[in-house]
């Protein structure tokens, strides 16, 4: 075993991880938990984690309230997500990438009362993971749930196939930005080598998921730049998609992914937020992009139903668009102006 590779098997707290090895190995049938609206940390953990029980011989079962992205088609066994849980003949759950069980949709809403008395183990890196189930493994210094699969893989002595190690390097991939954001730690890029080590290759990520999209998608991208407005100098900036924006484009829901860090990584932004509302006219989702010092999971518990991390996150919105917009982008100028007032202050305090 290679030093990272051992070092890597000794990152989770033990009783955690024995906790979770005691559920996990009486279990006959295990339903995977994805969240709604998956990206690629939720999937690939789910598909990862599959891979490993099916090489155990275990029943595995991929579970989310929304369809994969056609951008993840590649992911081995992405078919075998199903919607529903079905007769619910499972005796573990396993949530992913979540810690509260209305973030897994209508899968939550229709197998509430089972869900809510099954044995259910949580897994989850976001920092403002509650935590559900008998056990929990929350770590939000992990860039990715992906992550801490890989950590649990190496401590539990879980099976990993080439199937696996890929469907969680998709995980890490995602989550990072390709291992741009600042949550990409040493241990980040450690465990992604040791998946290259097990057989998974970055190149059908990269080229899924960053570099071939859709024209239709191609075409919203631009309809949402062409709209985007600003404020506070150009360090807000925020942008919109109804379903007027995607029958004007010809996308699909799914191809609205990562609009917010596209408006982020225009100069001089701190804050950036897209906003969308499809199907359900009285319901806005927030995307929310930040700088630092800027918390986007704290603003996003504020304003709705939401978290994330420091730098990403989301919520809902009891609203429609044309109210969400206003009342969302008011409090936003409000933390830049505080910032800039601390900001001033403390440059003041520190001067000779």
């Known amino acids: 075993m290679s030093t990272s590779a051992t070092a890597l098997a000794s990152q989770l707290p033990a009783d955690q991880v024995a906790r979770a090895v005691a559920l996990l190995r009486p279990a006959r049938r295990v339903a995977l938990l994805a969240h709604e609206h998956p990206d690629g940390d ?187 407005q600003t404020a506070c100098d150009g360090q807000l900036i925020w942008s919109w998609a109804s379903d007027a924006t995607l029958a004007e484009t010809g996308a699909l829901p799914e191809m609205d992914d990562n609009l917010a860090g596209l408006l982020r990584d225009i100069e001089g932004v701190k804050i950036a937020a897209f906003f969308k509302s499809y199907g359900d006219p009285g319901t806005t989702r927030l995307s929310l992009r930040c700088a630092a010092p800027y918390n986007a999971a704290e603003i996003c518990q504020r304003l709705g139903r939401g978290g994330g991390h420091a730098r990403a996150a989301g919520a809902a919105l009891d609203l429609p668009l044309e109210q969400a917009i206003p009342f969302v982008v008011a409090r936003l100028e409000d933390e830049l102006r505080r910032g800039k007032e601390q900001w001033t202050a403390s440059s003041t305090s520190t001067s000779p």
């Open 42 to 228: 939720c999937l690939g953990s789910a598909l990862g984690l599959a891979h490993m029980l099916w090489a155990l011989g275990k029943g595995a079962v991929p579970c989310c309230a929304d369809p994969p992205p056609r951008a993840f088609s590649f992911l081995p066994a992405q078919e075998r997500f199903q919607q529903d849980l079905g007769d619910e003949d499972f005796d573990l759950v396993i949530a992913l990438d979540a810690g509260e069980l209305p973030r897994f949709g209508s899968l939550y809403e229709r197998h509430r009362s089972f869900l809510e008395q099954v044995p259910l183990l949580n897994i989850d890196h976001h920092i403002s993971s509650a935590g559900c189930g008998q056990v929990t493994i929350i770590d939000p210094t992990a860039a990715a749930t992906a992550e801490l699969l890989v950590l649990f893989q190496q401590q539990a002595q879980l099976p990993l196939t080439p199937e696996a190690a890929l469907c969680l390097l998709t995980g890490l991939m995602t989550d990072t930005g390709s291992f741009q954001f600042p949550s990409t730690t040493s241990r980040t890029l450690e465990a992604a080598a040791l998946l290259l080590r097990a057989g998974a290759s970055p190149e059908p990520i990269a080229q899924a998921v960053f570099r071939t999209h859709p024209l239709a998608q191609e075409r919203l991208r631009a309809r949402v730049l062409l709209q985007a």
